[in-house]
């Protein structure tokens, strides 16, 4: 299993509310309590896997209801990609759909 996240960067500074080095800080702590590694790709987005054995499919919904819950993460998210055996789910696109903290960022 494995996440992919990227944030509107560009939009956290020009707006100045939430510090950006701050707000990866925390996605990156958090996905590192569950064993996942951060792997920073070419376009900025971030990628987290597990390290070894440890990602459960728990674990990982236990982040993803934690950041389908955090305000800044749905104003500021701009790519969010669940993948496991059973493919690529954009996770983003659900929750603009029915989560009123991502809808009112389109």
């Known amino acids: ?16 509310i939430y ?17 996942c590694a ?11 896997a597990p390290s070894g054995e440890s990602g459960s499919e728990e674990r990982f919904r236990a ?7 955090t305000e800044w993460f749905g104003q500021y998210c701009m790519q969010w990609i ?3 055996e059973r493919g690529a789910f954009d996770v983003l696109l659900q929750e603009r759909a029915a989560n009123p903290l991502f809808a009112a960022w389109l």
């Not at 509107?8 to 100045?16: I, L, T």
Request: hydrophobic share 45%.
């Open 82 to 84: 669940w993948t496991d």
């Open 19 to 35: 510090d950006l080095g701050a707000m990866w800080s925390i996605l990156d702590a958090t996905f590192a309590e569950i064993g």
């Open 1 to 16: 299993m494995k996440m992919l996240i990227a944030l509107d960067e560009g939009r956290v500074r020009a707006e100045g």
């Open 38 to 48: 951060r792997e920073e790709q070419a376009d900025g987005a971030v990628l987290y």
């Open 63 to 69: 982040v993803y209801r934690d950041l389908s819950n």
